[in-house]
């Protein structure tokens, strides 16, 4: 039988990363999880980091959604443009406030998995 060792590292990457290929690689390792050799010092420290590692990521998405506010300057818009200035600010800001939704969403999916994880 062949044995795997796993660092600390790899098992907190499951905590911050938003790749779908995680999710299959979680069902692979539990298809093969009595051959995983895995120490108390990896599962203290996987423990111990995280809640930290989860909660750095999700506020890494949250700022990343964050869209600052822009606003082209109206006082260009005259007959000869072809580029709607008012349209394009108005689309901007049904975009952020879809935002605010998304990031709401995002708390919320903060919240529920931090309990998990706090567990």
């Known amino acids: 039988m062949n044995i795997i060792f796993i660092d600390a590292n790899i098992y907190l990457r499951f905590y911050d990363s ?19 050799f895995l120490t108390r010092q990896i599962a203290n420290e996987v423990e111990r980091n995280k809640l930290n ?23 260009f818009t005259d007959e000869s443009n072809k580029f709607d200035i008012v349209k394009w600010n108005n689309a901007r800001k049904e975009i952020e406030e879809k935002n605010v939704g998304l990031t709401k969403e995002i708390e919320e999916f903060f919240i529920e998995n931090n309990k998990k994880i706090s567990f």
């Open 18 to 36: 938003n790749k779908v290929y995680f999710k299959e690689l979680l069902d692979k390792l539990l298809e093969i999880k009595d051959s995983i």
């Open 53 to 75: 590692v989860f909660s750095n990521s999700i506020s890494n998405y949250k700022k990343n959604l964050e869209l600052k506010n822009v606003a082209l300057p109206q006082h």
